[in-house]
């Protein structure tokens, strides 16, 4: 089976960092995903990690270190828009396809 | 095209009612999905359909049933359904590779409310 843990809720400034760790336990590893969800809308896609190290997308960077089984994603110069939930995912490599699992979700509010 | 597009929005359906909820992409993605959101919960896996065959159902109940028409579609069937099948229903595509893993691209959902 899978299981991701992740922060529930993270709060910061605006221009602030933040980080939103995420550890997880799977019988097969295809590497780590990132999505953003904001209020109402869709699941985003924004990082894929499958190797070690850091992958930078703009203000937004994801790590991973399989070793530990933790990954991270940071999150830089913080705006208001960035306020939504943040869920790291793991597929599943039991079949051709596999399964996309989600942890429960990171709740990132930021303040003016 | 990079969008997967979801019809309704909105449904508000009784118990007794049968109803279908329609997604579509353009992206030549050859994998697409059904998830199911509750509020404040991670989406939940339903179906996945690879090249038009159903490859993963998630104990879903048969009330509800998937249809792939084509590469490019992708169909919800729901019927006497409860008020607890209550959610965002979401679709999902992606590129389909055995060693690599892209990312997946949702729809907007159909927030689905059965009373």
């Known amino acids: 089976g899978q299981s991701l843990e992740q922060p529930s809720e993270v709060t910061a400034v605006e221009g602030a960092i933040v980080q939103i760790n995420c550890t997880y336990q799977?019988?097969?590893?295809?590497?780590l995903s990132w999505y953003q969800q904001h209020d109402g809308g869709a699941p985003t896609f924004l990082s894929y990690?499958?190797?070690?190290g850091l992958e930078e997308t703009g203000r937004f960077s994801s790590f991973l270190s399989r070793s530990d089984s933790y990954g991270y994603l940071l999150l830089q110069e913080l705006q208001m828009k960035d306020s939504a939930s943040y869920f790291c995912?793991?597929?599943?490599?039991?079949?051709?396809?596999?399964?996309?699992?989600f942890g429960r979700g990171t709740q990132l509010t930021v303040w003016p | 095209d990079t969008e997967v597009t979801q019809t309704p929005k909105h449904l508000v359906m009784g118990m007794t009612n049968k109803k279908s909820l329609k997604c579509e992409q353009h992206?030549?993605?050859?994998?697409m999905y059904w998830y199911k959101q509750k509020a404040k919960k991670p989406p939940e896996l339903m179906f996945v359909?690879?090249?038009?065959?159903?490859?993963i159902n998630e104990s879903v109940p048969s009330r509800f049933s998937p249809e792939c028409p084509n590469s490019s579609l992708l169909n919800l069937h729901l019927h006497a359904l409860q008020p607890e099948d209550s959610a965002l229903y979401l679709c999902?595509?992606?590129?389909?590779?055995?060693?690599?893993?892209?990312?997946?691209?949702f729809g907007s959902g159909t927030r689905l409310t059965v009373v």
């Open positions: 999902a595509s992606s590129q389909e590779s055995r060693t690599v893993v892209y990312g997946y691209t």
């Open positions: 799977t019988s097969g590893f295809y590497g």
């Open positions: 990690n499958a190797l070690d």
């Open positions: 995912a793991v597929r599943d490599v039991g079949s051709t396809l596999g399964r996309l699992y």
């Open positions: 992206m030549g993605h050859r994998a």
């Open positions: 359909y690879s090249y038009e065959k159903l490859s």
